[in-house]
């Protein structure tokens, strides 16, 4: 390692943090940059402008994953560093293109001090990591690493009834297959926390060593419709009355698991939904998310447990859907550490609660996470907000750690 630290430019990573942000820049300071629309395309054309100024070359892949690698002294599988650019409606400024300009200050840091690594490095922007135009989440990183099929993605449909693949078509920004990421020494990810945690502890960084498994399932209750007015209490079926108790069990049951356990029951969906009818259907969602697949399942016995009829009504569970805990890679977290601690920021190790594309790259390639604080936990809203000092000493702490890892010892 050198002595003096290279650090990136703090101000200029600031200027780069609002540039982008202008790209679907919303009236309360948030932003709307939905995938692969016209200001995600602005954003994108940007970009590439950046990295090309840089010397760097791009390629963009087959659904729009873009690449721009720094040539190396060898040719080597290239160490990646990236995210995403899409948001939510009405999203904030930092959700995954924070990972995207890390990477981009970083070379942009390499350019500036003539360092030439042993092995490339490459930016990567993946597609419609949000899913909040199309449906699923992470859908481009899925894609490549074999967790969803192309054929079906690209008939995944907007709310406008637009297909990813006419989406596709349309922005410019569909290659090659052979474009696509296929092997790489490490992948690093820097994000924003988007929880509370390490404002709460005070600590700078989090190092993330790995997603959390979880668990959807949803609990149907059924009873019977009568008249509201008529129907003596004791002689109703009321389906919603008894969905009420059996959340109040599966609170109850839940509450005595891992501390660090969370759960929500987040849809519910009442039947007929008419004030002067009693309800004789109700059906809700229960997600559990825990690093331990142990209390995952868990809380899965806990619903498999449920009694067949409440009430009168009764309780049917299904799962909907499931994943397994991603391990991020070992050595990775503990560079990361290493460059944490030579910088002087306070940090901890930790999982993440939410799904990122890093989760996926991580079944071919090395790979590791980076957090940073996120003010009052806030995310997925215009009011999320991570300090410009914060996020350049996450990207510092990025630098180092490539740095470690790309240059001749």
Known sequence: MQEQKVLVNAERLKETIERFADFGRTDHNGVTRLSLSKEDIKA???????????????????????????????DLPPLVMGSHLDSVKKGGRFDGVLGVIAALEVARTLH????????????????NEEGARFDPAMMCSGIITGKFDKSEMLKSTDSEGVTFGEALAASGYEG????????????????????????????????????????????????????????????????LFAATDVITLLRKKLSR???????TMGRMLVSPNIHTVIPNRVTFTLEARHKDPDVVAQVVQAINELPDSIGGCSIRARKLWARETVEFDHKICDQLECSTKELGYSYKRMYSGAGHDAQYIADFIP???????????????????????????????????????????
Do not use: W
């Open 367 to 409: 790979t590791a996470m980076i957090f940073v604080p996120s003010v009052h936990g806030k995310s997925h809203c215009e009011e999320e907000l991570t300090s410009y000092e914060d996020c350049a000493k996450g990207v510092n702490v990025a630098l180092d750690a490539v740095l470690s890892m790309i240059l001749d010892e």
């Open 44 to 74: 994108r054309t940007y970009l590439i402008s950046c990295c090309e100024e840089l010397g760097m070359t791009v390629k963009v892949d087959d659904v729009a994953n873009i690449y721009a690698t720094m040539e190396g002294n060898e």
């Open 257 to 263: 698991l891992d501390s660090n356990l969370v759960y």
């Open 112 to 127: 500036d001090h003539h360092i030439k690594p042993k092995i490339p490095f490459m930016l990567v922007d993946f597609t």
């Open 176 to 239: 090659g297959a052979g474009n696509r990421l296929q092997e790489a020494s490490a992948y690093l990810e820097m994000h924003i926390e988007q929880g509370p945690v390490l404002e709460s502890e005070e600590k700078t960084i989090g190092v993330v060593e790995g997603v959390v498994g979880m668990v959807n399932e949803e609990i149907e209750v059924c009873g019977e419709s009568d008249h509201a007015g008529t129907t003596p209490m004791s002689m109703r079926k009321d389906a």
